[in-house]
Structures are given as C-alpha cells and as structure tokens.
C-alpha cells in the first residue's frame, strides 16, 4: 500500500503533496512483463524513451527489477523544486540502470530525494530526509514534512 509525504516550509508556506510507494497491483510482474497489455511501466513512467529502454534491459540484458521500486519524490538541484516520478533500478550482467527525470523548468536531470534504506518503499513506511534541502519558494532551510493531511492508498 502506498502513503503520502507532504513537504511544507516553516517560513512562507509552501507546500506539496506526493503519493509515494507501491499500490496493490504493482507486483515485479505488473512491472518486468513488458510486452503484456496490462503491463504498468507505460502508466508509471510517462517517458516513451524511457520505457523503450526498459524494454531492451529486460529483454536483450536480461536484467533484474531491484527491489525498492515505487512513487518517490525527486528533487531539481538548479531550482530547488520538487517533484513526483517513479523510481525503478534494474541490474544487469555489468551494469545497472536507473529511470532519468528531467525538471520541466530546467531540463536538467532530477535526482531521487535521499531515504532511510532501498526497501523501505515496499513497506510504506518512507522517511524522506528533508534536512538537506532548501525551499524552493523562498530559499529558506526551513522544509518538514507535514503530517496533517496523510492518505494511504492502494
Ligand atoms: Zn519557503
Ligand atoms: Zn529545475
């Protein structure tokens, strides 16, 4: 089941929702079986680049779904914004692969806000590590995370 992580600052009051996690139907298979019509990766990850490439590292590399996958939050070092992808990291013979992002504003690459462990989005129980990071509203170091409005969802 997945959760929520809300971002607000303390100084001006921005604020962010973001649905993390797995659902219910986001089983490995949902994920590796490309080819089957009711394969997730194309709803999951909107980039047609990138799900053409997924498709040649599970077939081609015959690579591995490592486990951890599900809906992150990452962050654009130029902007400081924040924003919902989904994270996935595959392995394979020599190499492994992780989905790029790019900030819509910015187009350069996102990367995958820091958390406590590789798993931990399988268990739902996220712990995004905010301390780093400044608002990307007013600059401040003032960023938590906002527990008044959790939802839990399938
Ligand atoms: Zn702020
Ligand atoms: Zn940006």
Redo the contacts with the bound molecule.
Sequence with gaps: MGSSFNIRCKHCGYYKEFSIGIGMMYSPESIIDINSKDCLLPKLIRSKKAVQQIRLFFGEKKAVLADGYGHWIYH??????FYGRFFLHLDYKGGSYEVEYK??????E?SPVAHESDDILQRGEVNADMEEYHCPKCGMHDLVEDHSNLVMWD
């Design positions: 654009c070092t130029k902007c400081g914004e900030c819509p504003a910015c187009h350069i996102l």
